[in-house]
């Protein structure tokens, strides 16, 4: 992976399930809204309350409407936190469910395995995949600055004009 020989690698996307590919040389670039945001291992946890590697059982408990995926009824992204902080993973809650307070809780979550279940084998990011491409041939080029205004102002980005104005992302 371009990561693991030592490329910064940079991802633009909203995608939650993005969220476990983040680590010390992966980021997100978050490009809505009024700013764009750099996201790394420590915003990942601020956002959800869990580190990357465990987004797929935390995805796998509370659901994820934007690929319509249903959660465990009652379990939202705080209480999956809770339990995987507390258990450290789907199969240490799987093995000490009796342990899990409150029995509503416990009961939902036993009701709901085989749906727990399903949803991290979807939620689960393939990494055993051959990529046919070099990843090198990937990488950001130098912008052109001039190139590119005159582009947005032949088609009408008016909005990525301004945005030319703004420091380039892939530099941090």
Same mark, same amino acid.
């Given at each position: 992976?371009?990561?693991?020989?030592?490329?910064?690698?940079?991802?633009?996307?909203?995608?939650?399930?993005?969220?476990?590919?983040?680590?010390?040389?992966?980021?997100?670039?978050?490009?809505?809204?009024?700013?764009?945001?750099?996201?790394?291992?420590?915003?990942?946890?601020?956002?959800?309350?869990?580190?990357?590697?465990?987004?797929?059982?935390?995805?796998?408990?509370? !659901?994820?409407?934007?690929?319509?995926?249903?959660?465990?009824?009652?379990?939202?992204?705080?209480?999956?936190?809770?339990?995987?902080?507390?258990?450290?993973?789907?199969?240490?809650?799987?093995?000490?469910?009796?342990?899990?307070?409150?029995?509503?809780?416990?009961?939902?979550?036993?009701?709901?395995?085989?749906?727990?279940?399903?949803?991290?084998?979807?939620?689960?990011?393939?990494?055993?995949?051959?990529?046919?491409?070099?990843?090198?041939?990937? !990488?950001?080029?130098?912008?052109?600055?001039?190139?590119?205004?005159?582009?947005?102002?032949?088609?009408?980005?008016?909005?990525?004009?301004?945005?030319?104005?703004?420091?380039?992302?892939?530099?941090?």
């Amino acid at each position: 992976s371009a990561a693991g020989e030592g490329a910064e690698v940079r991802i633009a996307s909203n995608d939650k399930d993005l969220y476990a590919l983040v680590g010390p040389r992966v980021r997100l670039i978050s490009p809505t809204g009024a700013h764009v945001e750099l996201i790394g291992p420590e915003e990942v946890r601020c956002r959800t309350g869990v580190p990357p590697d465990q987004i797929p059982d935390w995805l796998a408990l509370t !659901g994820d409407s934007s690929d319509n995926i249903p959660g465990v009824p009652g379990i939202g992204p705080k209480t999956a936190a809770r339990l995987l902080g507390q258990f450290g993973s789907l199969e240490a809650l799987w093995e000490r469910l009796a342990e899990v307070e409150p029995e509503r809780i416990r009961a939902r979550l036993a009701e709901s395995r085989a749906l727990v279940e399903r949803n991290r084998s979807m939620m689960r990011l393939r990494d055993d995949l051959p990529v046919p491409v070099d990843w090198r041939s990937c !990488g950001c080029r130098p912008l052109n600055p001039s190139f590119l205004r005159r582009f947005y102002q032949e088609w009408g980005f008016h909005s990525l004009l301004k945005d030319l104005q703004e420091p380039d992302l892939f530099d941090r």
